[in-house]
C-alpha cells in the first residue's frame, strides 16, 4: 500500500514536471527580440530579386501577384496537382499581356542599343499591354473561382495576405524617383550601382525623371485589392463579381509599363557606349524571360 | 487519522498541483498572443513583424488555422489584418521549425548579383530566415 501510494507522488510529480518541459520553446527555446535588421544574405538576395522581378514584369497585374502567391502558398499533397495546373493555367491566360510587354521590353532594348528610342512603337506596345491587361481579369475568373474552391480558409487567408504584399513590393520598387526619399535598392540607385553610373549621370537622369512622369492612382488598385481580399476570403466566392478587377489590372500593368518606358527613356540619352551595351543585354534578358511561370522548385 | 490515509490524502494533493501544472503548462504551449505593430501605409519602413517581401516569398506553416511565418527569432501570423506573434513559441511551431527553415523563393537574381555570378536565374529557392 506504502509502495503504491509512494509510486502515484513520484508519478503526479513527473507528470507535472514532464509537461513542464514538453513545452517545446517554453523558457528553454525562449526567442530573442525581432529586429528587421537580422535578414540575411539570403534573405537579402530573395528580396532584391523580387523586387527586380516586379521593376519589369507587370504584365499580369493583379493577378500575377495571385499566381505568384500560389508559388509559396504551402499545399498538402492532395492539393498540388490541382493548385499547379490553375497556377498553369493563370500564366497561360496572362500570356497575351506577357507578349505584349515582352514587345514594349524589346523596343526599349533595342533604343537602348542605338541609342534612340521609337517612340511611336513604345506607345503602341503600351496600349496593346493595357489592352491585355484590361481583358486578363475575365479570362481568368473561372480559374479563380476553381482556385478558391481547391484551398482551405486559411489558405484563401494566407494567399490574400501574400497578394498584399506583393503589392507592397511593387509600389516599392516601382515608387517614382523625387516622390520621397528612395530607400536603398530603388530602381535608380540599383540601376547606377548595375551600370556603375556617375554622380553626374544620375543627377541628369533624376532631373529628367520628373519631368512627364505618369501618374499612378494607389487607391484604386488598394480598393480592387481590399474588395478581392474581403470576397475571397468568403465561403462563397465569384471572381466574375468583382466588378473593379479590369480597371485596376489595366491601371496597374499600364502604368508599370509606362513607368518603365519613361525611366529608360530618362536613362538612355546620358549613358556612354558600354553602359547602353550592357543596358540593352539587361532588358532583352527581361523581355526573353518570365522566372514567375517556371515550375515550382 | 492513520497513516495510510495522510499518505493517499498527500498523493491526491500531488496529483491536484500536478494537474494544475500540466494544464497551465499546456495552455502556455498554445502561446501568449502579442500584438505587432503594423505598418500602415508607410512602405518600406517595416516595424516589429516580417516584411512584405518575406511575406510574398515564403511559405507558411498552418498552425491554429493561421498562416505562420518564422521571422527574427518569433512566429508570426495575421489575425483580422493585424500582424500578432507568439510571445511563447508553441509546440507544434517548434517542432515543425526543428523540421528544417520555411522554403523560400527567389524570382531573379538581382544586377550585383549578375555581374558576380551570384544566384540564379528566375526560379530557385533558399533557406527561411532563421
Known amino acids: 500500500m506504502m509502495t503504491s501510494c509512494r509510486m502515484g507522488i513520484v508519478a503526479a510529480l513527473l507528470l507535472g514536471a514532464g509537461a513542464t518541459v514538453g513545452c517545446g520553446g517554453g523558457s528553454v527555446n525562449n526567442p ?56 498553369t493555367d493563370l500564366h497561360a491566360r496572362m500570356e497575351p499581356a506577357r507578349a505584349a510587354e515582352q514587345s514594349l521590353v524589346a523596343t526599349l532594348a533595342d533604343g537602348v542599343a542605338t541609342g534612340t528610342i521609337d517612340a511611336a512603337k513604345v506607345d503602341a506596345a503600351l496600349a496593346q499591354l493595357t489592352a491585355a491587361a484590361a481583358a486578363l481579369h475575365d479570362a481568368s475568373a473561372e480559374a479563380l473561382n476553381q482556385l478558391h474552391d481547391v484551398l ?92 473593379t478587377a479590369s480597371g485596376a489590372n489595366a491601371h496597374l500593368v499600364g502604368w508599370g509599363g509606362a513607368h518603365m518606358a519613361h525611366f529608360i527613356e530618362a536613362v538612355n540619352p546620358v549613358l556612354n557606349p558600354d553602359q547602353r551595351t550592357m543596358l540593352a543585354e539587361r532588358l532583352r534578358e527581361h523581355a526573353s524571360h518570365n522566372p514567375s511561370a517556371e515550375a515550382n522548385p | 487519522m492513520n497513516r495510510t490515509v495522510q499518505t493517499c490524502t498527500l498523493r491526491r494533493m500531488a496529483f491536484a498541483v500536478a494537474l494544475a501544472a500540466t494544464v497551465a503548462a499546456t495552455a502556455g504551449c498554445g502561446g501568449v498572443e502579442m500584438e505587432a505593430d503594423y505598418p500602415g501605409a508607410d512602405y518600406g519602413a517595416y516595424g516589429d513583424y516580417p516584411p512584405d517581401a518575406y511575406i510574398a516569398t515564403t511559405e507558411p506553416v498552418y498552425f491554429n488555422g493561421y498562416a505562420s511565418y518564422w521571422y527574427g527569432g518569433r512566429w508570426y501570423y495575421q489575425n483580422g489584418g493585424r500582424w500578432n506573434h507568439y510571445d511563447r513559441e508553441p509546440a507544434g511551431l517548434y517542432q515543425r521549425r526543428m523540421q528544417g527553415a520555411q522554403r523560400r523563393r527567389t524570382y531573379e537574381s538581382h544586377p550585383a548579383g549578375r555581374s558576380t555570378g551570384r544566384g540564379g536565374r528566375g526560379g530557385g529557392r533558399s533557406g527561411g530566415h532563421r
Not at chain 1, 529586429?35 to 532584391?48: E, L, N, Q
Not at chain 1, 556617375?198 to 541628369?204: F, I, L, P, R, Y
Request: no cysteine; proline share 5%; hydrophobic share 45%.
Open chain 1, 152 to 243: 482551405t480558409p486559411p489558405q484563401r487567408a494566407a494567399l490574400v495576405d501574400k497578394v498584399e504584399a506583393h503589392w507592397a513590393v511593387w509600389r516599392l520598387a516601382n515608387a517614382e524617383e523625387g516622390e520621397r526619399a528612395k530607400p536603398e535598392g530603388g530602381r535608380l540607385a540599383t540601376l547606377a550601382t548595375d551600370l556603375g553610373l556617375t554622380a553626374d549621370q544620375v543627377d541628369k537622369i533624376r532631373a529628367t525623371l520628373a519631368q512627364g512622369m505618369p501618374r499612378l492612382d494607389p487607391k484604386e488598385i488598394a480598393t480592387h485589392l481590399g474588395a478581392f481580399g474581403d470576397a475571397f476570403r468568403n465561403e462563397k466566392f465569384d471572381a466574375r463579381t468583382l466588378k
Open chain 1, 32 to 87: 530573442p527580440a525581432a529586429t528587421a535588421a537580422a535578414a540575411s544574405a539570403g534573405d537579402a538576395d530573395a528580396t532584391a530579386g523580387l523586387m527586380e522581378h516586379h521593376r519589369h514584369h507587370h504584365h499580369g497585374g493583379v493577378t500575377l501577384f495571385i499566381a505568384m502567391s500560389l508559388d509559396t502558398l504551402g499545399v498538402s499533397p492532395d492539393q498540388q496537382a490541382a493548385v499547379e495546373r490553375l497556377r
